[in-house]
């Protein structure tokens, strides 16, 4: 196994599509509270949009070969892009910057997990969004059910923010203080 590391530009996150939707199936297999609600996420109504709504973008597919095996988008979004029809995933108001940062979707498949591939990409995308001077706050949404990647979080220095439409989604949050005071993120 030899995993390179690849930066997808925006026009060419379709590399991106079977692993986002595996992404929803996975979390959609670990959702104990309304998980019909995945029904109808995948690549085109989750991560497209997504991409086309923020000011920055930033992509890393990890690859065996040529097989893309695992990947990270984060990005960073006015703030008021987190409230909106579906839901209110964070108090707008508690953010001073108008930007957040947000590490969006994270996918390892099966056979690569426990291999280091994610404190990768995660580190990866850490250097990234700290390189906005904009952005102080950052955060993750996790669906209910995926306690590894609570867990994993939190190791990374998040902390349980709030919960998303009674518990569909947890959110986590850090900022760059706490990030670069308590984690060492290496290039």
């Not at 085109?44 to 997504?50: E, L, Y």
Request: glycine letters at 4%; one cysteine or more; charged letters at 25%.
């Amino acid at each position: 196994m030899s995993i390179t590391y690849e930066i997808v530009k925006d026009e060419d996150i379709e590399c991106c599509r079977e692993l986002c939707n595996n992404l929803m199936k996975f979390q959609q297999s670990k959702a104990h509270y309304r998980p019909e609600l995945f029904d109808t996420m995948n690549f085109d109504t989750r991560m497209v949009p997504s991409v086309k709504n923020a000011k920055h973008n930033y992509t890393v597919v990890a690859k065996d070969g040529d097989q893309p095996v695992a990947y990270v988008y984060s990005n960073v979004s006015a703030k008021e892009n987190y409230d909106n029809d579906f839901a209110t995933f964070f108090d707008v108001s508690s953010v001073k910057n108008e930007y957040v940062g947000c590490l969006s979707n994270f996918y390892i498949e099966e056979g690569y997990r426990d291999r280091g591939i994610g404190t990768v990409l995660f580190n990866k995308s850490l250097n990234w969004l700290k390189d906005f001077p904009e952005v102080e706050d950052y955060f993750v949404f996790v669906s209910n059910g995926n306690a590894q990647a609570l867990e994993f979080y939190k190791r990374k220095g998040f902390a349980y923010s709030n919960e998303v439409l009674d518990g569909f989604i947890t959110t986590l949050r850090s900022s760059k203080q706490v990030l670069n005071r308590s984690v060492s993120i290496s290039k």
